[in-house]
């Protein structure tokens, strides 16, 4: 079975503007790379525990249950953080056909970024502009946890860390400086790719 791949870093951790490196190490790192090493430690007792035949699937408790649940948030971890690494290091100056999209879909730009900064506010775990590829348009979610709120046969485009570990080094509790930190880093480059990939239906 194929293993989860850390991904470095494309840009220097010191090259943010307002978010620190100290930040991105222990951010991408430490964070990230244990949601990969998890993904894969997890597949590998899945795996074990299936060969084995003794895969018990009690709802209450049972291994099997812990497992599946485990698989989930490793997983959505993995991919989020991704996503949220990948489309940092740029300018910030949104560009490209995903623009237009988002101009339309939300009025203009100005109004998205309103608007998914307060998802950002109301969310505990991530705000997210996907792809859905049932509406065959931009959406965007919210989601408390990884393996909470998602939404299936959607792509993230957008997708913004807002547990603490992300900003609280550096804005401390101000979350809404920390969205706007985020915002003025995007890769609008990046961006455009996710968002070219996703209407084709790809990851990669």
Same mark, same amino acid.
């Given at each position: 079975?194929?293993?989860?791949?850390?991904?470095?870093?494309?840009?220097?951790?010191?090259?943010?503007?307002?978010?620190?490196?100290?930040?991105? *190490?222990?951010?991408?790192?430490?964070?990230?790379?244990?949601?990969? *090493?998890?993904?894969?430690?997890?597949?590998?007792?899945?795996?074990?525990?299936?060969?084995?035949?003794?895969?018990?699937? +009690? !709802?209450?408790?049972?291994?099997?249950?812990?497992?599946?649940?485990?698989?989930?948030?490793?997983? +959505?971890?993995?991919?989020?953080? &991704? +996503?949220?690494?990948?489309?940092?290091?740029?300018?910030?100056?949104?560009?490209?056909?995903?623009?237009?999209?988002? &101009?339309?879909?939300?009025?203009?730009?100005?109004?998205?970024?309103?608007?998914? /900064?307060?998802?950002?506010?109301? =969310?505990?775990?991530? =705000?997210?502009?996907?792809?859905?590829?049932?509406?065959?348009?931009?959406?965007?979610? #919210?989601?408390? =946890?990884?393996?909470?709120?998602?939404?299936?046969?959607?792509?993230?485009?957008?997708?913004?860390?807002?547990?603490?570990?992300?900003?609280?080094?550096?804005?401390? /509790? *101000?979350?809404?400086?920390?969205?706007?930190?985020?915002?003025? #880093?995007? +890769?609008? *480059? !990046?961006?455009?790719?996710?968002?070219?990939? =996703?209407?084709?239906? !790809?990851? &990669?």
């Amino acid at each position: 079975m194929p293993k989860k791949q850390f991904r470095e870093l494309t840009y220097v951790p010191d090259s943010l503007k307002g978010i620190s490196a100290k930040t991105i *190490d222990i951010h991408h790192g430490k964070l990230y790379k244990g949601y990969v *090493d998890k993904s894969n430690e997890i597949g590998e007792k899945l795996g074990e525990l299936r060969r084995s035949g003794k895969a018990e699937g +009690n !709802q209450t408790y049972s291994e099997l249950r812990g497992l599946k649940l485990g698989e989930t948030f490793a997983a +959505n971890g993995v991919y989020l953080h &991704e +996503n949220y690494f990948a489309i940092l290091g740029g300018d910030g100056v949104p560009k490209g056909e995903v623009l237009k999209a988002i &101009e339309e879909k939300f009025g203009s730009f100005e109004e998205f970024k309103s608007y998914f /900064s307060a998802c950002g506010m109301a =969310a505990r775990g991530w =705000a997210i502009l996907a792809w859905d590829m049932h509406e065959q348009r931009l959406m965007q979610y #919210n989601c408390d =946890a990884q393996n909470h709120g998602g939404v299936w046969g959607c792509i993230p485009i957008i997708a913004l860390d807002v547990y603490e570990h992300s900003y609280f080094i550096d804005t401390g /509790s *101000d979350r809404k400086a920390y969205i706007e930190t985020f915002f003025n #880093n995007l +890769n609008w *480059d !990046q961006i455009e790719e996710f968002y070219q990939r =996703a209407k084709r239906g !790809q990851t &990669e």
